[in-house]
């Protein structure tokens, strides 16, 4: 069993939709929680960075992690075509420095 | 200010050769990490430095591996003897570890092709 499982798409939506992305992950001692968007030939950029349970809001993205479940999401509002990207979610121990990703979630948002 | 650069971007070599990839931090972050990212796959961790500490090596796929780094500047990759398998894109992020801070920022990456 991988230690984060991500469903790698492709999701396709339109424009302006609520799109939903998602994790699971199978170890409990994971604290660090974060979202990664990469674009094509480009490096991860980070998204969010969520410590522990709960939510977090930046602008239309909008980051929660729910512990008891293992169970991380990436929700992004009004969705625009320049949104079209893979979606990394990772995740990390204290104390040990090496982010664990998922295999990415490819989204594409047509006009 | 700038962010995490590496070089070259793109690196294409024959099977049996030694690479060097090379990646500069951002300037005063204590902390670099190479991760591995083949083709539809997720990036998997290969070695961390922090300050003067002993490197962690737990992610290196094989003694063909090895990275250096030189105080809290520049780290260079080495992959000798390069086998097809090692052909994906190589990655260097470094973060400012403190305060429980660990958000690890990326380089653009060096796509590396073992023909």
Redesign the interface.
Known sequence: QKEVEQDPGPLSVPEGAIVSLNCTYSNSAFQYFMWYRQYSRKGPELLMYTYSSGNKEDGRFTAQVDKSSKYISLFIRDSQPSDSATYLCAVMNTGFQKLVFGTGTRLLVSP | GAG?SQSPSNKVTEKGKDVELRCDPISGHT?L?W?RQRL??????LI?F?GNSAP?K??LPSDRFSAERTGESVSTLTIQRTQQEDSAVY?CASSL?RD?T????????T?LTVT
């Open positions: 995490v902390a990490y991760y539809g796959q997720g990036l998997e961790f961390y922090q962690d737990s992610g990655l570890v429980s660990y958000e690890q920022y990326f380089g653009p990456g796509r």
